[in-house]
């Protein structure tokens, strides 16, 4: 069945080191990627997403690039900060379906 | 707008007792979800609606767990009897549309404790 699978956390960084959060996935078909972020307390939001091959993600310093070669969906950013510290998820979307399928989640905290 | 409102915060009760969690979605929406997030199984998708009918209650875990959306704008989630395995946070989620078009939208979870 179509699975997500991230590295294992928790990520941890020091402030305005680069980040990298692996993210594969399984799938038939061309399914829609996702990254969503949960800050403590709260529901997820989305973070960036990516609906065909090489497309490309980004929203807040935050970039992920669709390749289907590798059935990849990794998520980067360049310099993290404090309040970047949060649970990210990565999640797909078959077409035709309105069920995402998550990863388990992984951990980043950014210390000063 | 408020976004998704889900009360109450926390619930702790204890085993054997009904509980009922409750989501107001984001008007205009027309697909509501529920999740299920613990530790050991992460996020599940529980059951989702769209324009207030259930569409897939496939996860749902046993038929202890029931869903209702009496309207657009209200949902609940009954679990009865509550067992100590239910401990959890459960998010209610709404969207515009359906697929990958409109983010969803989460509310901020009601946290369970089954003692």
């Known amino acids: 069945g179509d699975s997500v699978t991230q590295m294992e956390g928790p990520v941890t960084l020091s402030e305005e080191a680069f980040l990298t959060i692996n993210c594969t996935y399984t799938?038939?078909?061309?399914?829609?990627l996702f990254w969503y972020v949960q800050y403590p307390g709260e529901g997820l939001q989305l973070l960036l997403k990516?609906?065909?091959?090489?497309d490309k993600g980004s929203n807040k310093g935050f970039e992920a690039t669709y390749r289907k070669e590798t059935t990849s969906f990794h998520l980067e950013k360049g310099s993290v900060q404090v309040s970047d510290s949060a649970v990210y998820f990565c999640?797909?979307?078959?077409?035709?379906?309105?069920?995402?399928?998550f990863g388990a989640g992984t951990r980043l905290a950014v210390h000063p | 707008d408020a976004g998704v409102i889900q009360s109450p915060r926390h619930e702790v009760t204890e085993m054997g007792q009904e509980v009922t969690l409750r989501c107001k979605p984001i008007?205009?929406?027309?697909?509501l979800f529920w999740y299920r997030q613990t530790m050991m199984r992460g996020l599940e998708l529980l059951i989702y609606?769209?324009?207030?009918?259930?569409?897939?209650d496939s996860g749902m875990p046993e038929d202890r767990f029931s869903a209702k959306m009496p309207n657009a704008s209200f949902s609940t989630l009954k679990i009865q009897p509550s067992e100590p395995r239910d401990s959890a946070v459960y998010f209610c989620?709404?969207?515009?549309?359906?697929?990958?078009?409109?983010?969803?939208?989460f509310g901020n979870g009601t946290r369970l404790t089954v003692t």
């Open positions: 990516a609906t065909k091959a090489d």
């Open positions: 999640a797909l979307l078959k077409g035709g379906y309105n069920k995402l399928i």
């Open positions: 989620a709404s969207s515009l549309v359906a697929g990958g078009n409109s983010p969803l939208h």
């Open positions: 609606f769209n324009n207030n009918v259930p569409i897939d």
């Open positions: 799938a038939t078909g061309y399914p829609s």
């Open positions: 008007s205009g929406h027309d697909y």
